[in-house]
């Protein structure tokens, strides 16, 4: 089993910063993909950053230019700097990694942006 641990979210003005962490534990090798997802009230999940194991990163054209992800494949954690956040951003985030084409989850962390 692999377990996913994320961290911190939590309340900031528009325009300020968090960064969220997510350990992975448990059978932690063969991770091909490393992600962030999130899910806003009445709103499906959606992707937000990945990065590949080569360090390959990819964004939604929403966080473009104001979140950064970044992973340790040693240390197996992922994080995520999210910089110039608006109240669009609020929503559960959810760290993902995929493992032999098995995708395991987080159990979300909040983040609340106010006007």
């Known amino acids: 089993q692999v377990q996913l641990v994320e961290s911190g979210g939590g309340l900031v003005q528009a325009g300020g910063s968090l960064r969220l962490s997510c350990a992975v534990s448990g059978r932690n090798f063969g991770i091909n993909v490393m992600g962030w997802y999130r899910q806003a009230p009445g709103k499906e999940r959606e992707l937000i950053a990945t990065?590949?194991?080569?360090?390959?990163?990819n964004y939604a054209d929403s966080v473009k230019g104001r979140f950064t992800i970044s992973g340790d494949n040693a240390k197996k954690t992922v994080n995520l700097q999210m910089n110039n956040l608006n109240p669009e951003d609020t929503a559960v985030y959810f760290c993902?990694?995929?493992?032999?084409?098995?995708?395991?989850w987080g159990q979300g962390t909040q983040v609340t942006v106010s006007s």
């Open positions: 990065i590949t194991g080569g360090g390959i990163t």
């Open positions: 993902n990694v995929v493992r032999f084409g098995r995708a395991y």
